[in-house]
């Protein structure tokens, strides 16, 4: 992904965001039949373009892979698409915003793309979520 592509890209989401975001986090969680499939334990994040490791995270709540740059924030969400294997979610929260796409591959492993806005600088990155072991 180009700057310049990220940057159209966020300026798009900001203007989607404003004009249609509703619903509450406990509201989206309850149409989220796709993420139960996912075994609780510890899932690491790593980035799909290089390899890296972007997180770790002790998954109880599988709705945190929503906003995997802005977990533990209080955001509004609202569904974008679902499919019985995929999510879509776009949220907006203070200073930032955002629209995550989840596929469950299997119990232990899930694709995630997100992009959005940061404190006004636009991120987007690709990864593969795997359940590694249990949370300690």
Not at 12 to 39: F, H, K, N
Not at 60 to 70: I, K, M, Y
Not at 112 to 127: H, K, L, M, T, Y
């Amino acid at each position: 992904m180009h700057i310049r592509d990220g940057i159209r890209r966020a300026l798009g989401l900001a203007v989607l965001a404003a004009a249609s975001v509703t619903g509450t986090a406990a509201a989206v969680e309850g149409e989220l039949p796709v993420l139960g499939r996912l075994q609780a334990g510890l899932w690491q994040l790593r980035s799909l373009d290089n390899g890296r490791p972007l997180a770790a995270i002790c998954l109880g709540d599988r709705a945190q892979l929503v906003q995997p740059r802005h977990r533990g924030v209080a955001c509004t969400r609202s569904v974008v698409s679902r499919a019985q294997d995929a999510v879509e979610i776009r949220y907006n929260c203070p200073a930032a915003f955002g629209q995550t796409a989840i596929r469950v591959e299997t119990p232990r492993l899930a694709r995630i793309e997100s992009q959005g806005v940061d404190n006004g600088v636009p991120f987007g990155f690709r990864a593969e979520a795997r359940r590694v072991g249990s949370c300690r």
